[in-house]
Structure formats: structure tokens, C-alpha cells
Nanobody, 109 residues
């Protein structure tokens, strides 16, 4: 059974950092493209970053994976209030795209 569980969100001051984690089960993170989207209040879900099966990464924040733990991470530095959103982990399997439940990130002083 495919499952994605995000963690690591919370309240951070402007200029601060957070690392989000996505714990995957039911597949190997190294075999598929995975990454992150975010959705602010009343907005569409926007792409943030991703890592392909060959390790190619792209995005506005740094994405990485740990195959021994079967997890994907999003390292966010120098955060601003505009980064406030719910952050979702995704995986592109042959069956389609699966999503986690999301984790809230709030950037505020």
C-alpha cells in the first residue's frame, strides 16, 4: 500500500529554516520521481521542488532523499511570509500521482 507521510512543518520566523520530511511506504523512493508542492490559503497547489529517479534535482528549495530510510526531504532556508502554505509530498508511480496529507508551514514574526 502506497503511503506518504509528511512531517517537520511548524512556525518559523522570517529568515529562518525548516526541513520537511516525507516518509514513504509501499515503494522505493529511488525508483520514482518525488517532490513537493505547496498550497497557500485560497491558492492553487504550486510546484516547489522534485528529485527524479536518477537523482536529478530541481526547485526553489533543496530536495534530497535517503534510500536507507526511504524518505525524501525538503530543506528550506531564508524563509519569508510568502512561503506560508501547506506543503505536500508527491510520488509519480505508474498508476499515477500519489499525495501525502500535507504539513503546515507558517512563516511569521
Amino acid at each position: 500500500q502506497v503511503q506518504l507521510v509528511e512531517s517537520g512543518g511548524g512556525l518559523v520566523q522570517p529568515g529562518g529554516s525548516l526541513r520537511l520530511s516525507c516518509s514513504a511506504s509501499g515503494f522505493a523512493v529511488s525508483d520514482y520521481r518525488m517532490g513537493w508542492y505547496r498550497q497557500g490559503s485560497g491558492n492553487m497547489r504550486d510546484w516547489v521542488a522534485d528529485i527524479d529517479s536518477d537523482g536529478t534535482v530541481q526547485g526553489r528549495f533543496s530536495v534530497s532523499r535517503d534510500t536507507s530510510k526511504n524518505m525524501v526531504y525538503l530543506q528550506m532556508n531564508n524563509l519569508s511570509p510568502q512561503d506560508t502554505a501547506v506543503y505536500f509530498c508527491f510520488v509519480d508511480l505508474q498508476l499515477g500521482r500519489f499525495w501525502g496529507q500535507g504539513t503546515q508551514v507558517t512563516v511569521s514574526s
